[in-house]
């Protein structure tokens, strides 16, 4: 790939990422205190694209990755500059080639605040300001909220899976089929059922320092709770979970069991809004803030 735009002081390449990259982007994330284990990254990678800049002897100084939802939609993420290469233009470049690889998709991303900017003068922005509120907690022991109605809460099988994977796309308004198949073969799933309908899912995984969370999808905030509440009590020990500002009483209940803001990053996108299909569902929790 042609040498990108050479600073001063920074000569730089851009060339596709390889799956043996995930080692030194997990050492990028390592220097930033990020919890991704090398498994996080290898997994990331195997569902998307990446990019990396690279040193004239070849070592990786930053990495980005691009993910396509069906054909006309996408996300990015784990945009890192080594912190010795930053403020020389090396995201800036790395950004142009992979919005240009993305087309005429609809990319949205999690930024962090220190990387709003970068994003900005690439066209993004955050025309309804909602934040990603990151939460973490060590869970020693909890007990699952009680259900009424007729309610039920149990662990998912593989006849429910299609279910989940229509759920995730009437809540997000994208085909992540893909993504969910590959979360579906290692992670523990739950689904909330009333009157034989299966309305509500969350899967939990094993990555960073312990257990994630997400995605959550559900019809309202209470039934969101309900399923977390048991999933968390299957699952003590680290616990992970991103989960949007606007879903208050989620977010007061993780407050109340364990699980406080530790950071938060904004929802950014390079489209203008759409209308939305009408559905009853929502996201209460990411699958990570780079898969959304
Ligand atoms: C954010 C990050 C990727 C920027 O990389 P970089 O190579 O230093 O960025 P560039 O030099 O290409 O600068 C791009 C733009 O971002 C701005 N920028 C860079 N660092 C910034 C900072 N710390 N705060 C505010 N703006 C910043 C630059 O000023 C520039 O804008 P300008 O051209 O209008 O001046 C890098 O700081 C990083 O890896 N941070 C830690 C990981 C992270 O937060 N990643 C983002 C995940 S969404």
Known sequence: MAVSPVSAVTEFSLRPMASDDAVAGHRLTQQLGWPHTEQDWAFHLAQGQGWVAVESDGAIIATALLWFYGDDDGTLGLVIVNEAFRGKGVANALMEHTIEAAGARKIRLIATDMAVKLYQNLGFASPNQIKIAQRQGVIAGSTPLPTHDGTIV???????????????????????????NSLLTS???YVLEREGCVIGSVLVRESGRGNTFGPL???????ATVLLSKALSEHPGFCRIDVPEDAVSVGQWLDQNGLPVIDRGTLMQNFDNQPLKASPYKIYSLISQALL
Do not use: H, K, P, Q
Not at 154 to 180: K, P
């Open 187 to 189: 992670s523990t799933g």
């Open 217 to 223: 999808i559900a019809r309202n905030e209470a039934d």
């Open 154 to 180: 149990r662990v998912a099988r593989e006849d429910d899976y299609a279910c989940i994977r229509t759920l995730d796309r009437n809540a997000i308004g994208m085909d992540r089929s893909g993504v969910i």
